[in-house]
């Protein structure tokens, strides 16, 4: 079975200090019928990655999905598929393997997306570090009257909204991959429905052009005529 090894993203490489977690990524192909096709995705360590997968398109809607850590041990592994969501947390610092298998399939390709998400622990700490640094600043700047509204509500506030959009991001994109599945099955079913409809409609015109033979046959004088 031929299988192809493709890199997704490079690995990260840094100095001594906790290297940052990779951009996000989403990546949609067509994987043929009978084929094996694995991705490799560079992480740091203690880090957060999760991975989504949906089947857009191709008969049935179902891959073979795996996941592998850096030191080869089998975190996920499911069969015949159409979606699913899975989360490494804490990550090891290597490359991971995604592999999405259609060997069982000899003669339907399919178009599969799927997503990676990185989430460091050490943005929470910088966060937190710039969080203290705020406070520090705020005390020196601050009046001895407390300001209604406080800097640190309006930083809490403005982390609360990136994160939901963020997250109204990932969703959005998770519902165009819906989107694009509903709207190849939708084409192939119809293709389907006009396919037998005129198959149909061909019986239906055979069939009436055979009774009206038939009746006519019935009714005809095939005696001989003696003059």
């Excluded at 390709?109 to 203290?132: C, I, N, R, T």
């Excluded at 406080?150 to 998770?174: F, G, H, V, W």
């Excluded at 991959?177 to 084409?187: C, G, I, S, V, Y």
Aim: charged share 30%.
């Amino acid at each position: 079975m031929a299988a192809r090894w493709l890199w997704l993203l490079a690995l990260w490489a840094g100095p001594a200090a906790p290297a940052p977690p990779p951009p996000d990524a989403e990546v949609t192909f067509v994987l043929p019928a009978g084929r094996r096709e694995c991705f490799y995705q560079g992480a740091p360590g203690n880090a957060s990655l999760e991975a989504e997968y949906q089947v857009i398109g191709g008969a049935g809607l179902d891959v073979d999905f795996s996941l592998e850590s850096p030191s080869g041990l089998l975190l996920v592994s499911e069969r015949r598929r159409s979606d699913g969501a899975h989360t490494v947390e804490p990550t090891e610092a290597g490359d991971y393997k995604l592999c999405f298998d259609n060997s069982f399939s000899t003669i339907s390709e399919k178009l599969v997306f799927f997503e990676l998400l990185f989430d460091s622990a050490q943005d929470e700490e910088e966060e937190e570090e710039e969080g203290e640094e705020g406070d520090t600043w705020v005390e020196a700047a601050e009046p001895e009257d407390a300001l209604d509204v406080k800097i640190e509500d309006i930083k809490e506030s403005i982390e609360a909204m990136r994160s939901r959009l963020e997250r109204s991001i990932q969703m959005q994109t998770l519902l165009r991959a819906f989107e694009a599945r509903d709207r190849n099955l939708q084409e192939s079913n119809l293709g389907r429905v006009n396919f037998w409809s005129a198959v149909n409609l061909a019986v239906l015109v055979v069939v009436a052009f055979l009774q009206v033979y038939t009746l006519k046959s019935l009714f005809e004088d095939k005696r001989a005529v003696r003059t």
